[in-house]
């Protein structure tokens, strides 16, 4: 019993620190209004891109089109990336290759 209890305690200290890891590898951009959500490996910057992308097609006001894929530049690396733009009620995430990942409120 008290073997079971130990590794029972050992698993819930590894998910603790495993989601505890997840969560820091997020960041808040200030920029825009709502912040927009990114992973460690998509630039604030890169994540304006992707917002601006989105603004501007007509699809961010088509209400039937929940989800589509375009190409966004970015300035850091001079190079476009396929991103997967899905919005699902008031949330919109885009991903993309490379763990490109960016969040934001939309109305």
């Not at 590794?7 to 960041?27: D, E, H, K, N, P």
């Not at 460690?40 to 890169?46: G, I, P, Q």
């Not at 894929?69 to 733009?85: D, E, H, K, L, Q």
Request: net charge positive.
């Amino acid at each position: 019993m008290i073997k079971r209890l130990t590794v029972a305690a050992v698993a819930a200290s590894i998910l603790v620190l495993a989601v505890a890891g997840t969560a820091s590898a997020a960041t808040t951009c200030r920029q825009g209004d709502p912040p927009i959500k990114v992973s460690a490996r998509t630039s604030c910057d890169f994540a304006g891109s992707i917002v601006t992308k989105y603004l501007n097609s007509s699809r961010a006001y088509n209400r039937s089109s929940d989800r589509w894929s375009t190409p966004v530049y970015s300035a850091t690396t001079g190079r476009s990336y396929w991103v997967t733009i899905t919005r699902s009620g008031h949330r919109t995430v885009a991903t993309g290759s490379n763990g490109i990942r960016a969040e934001w409120e939309t109305w």
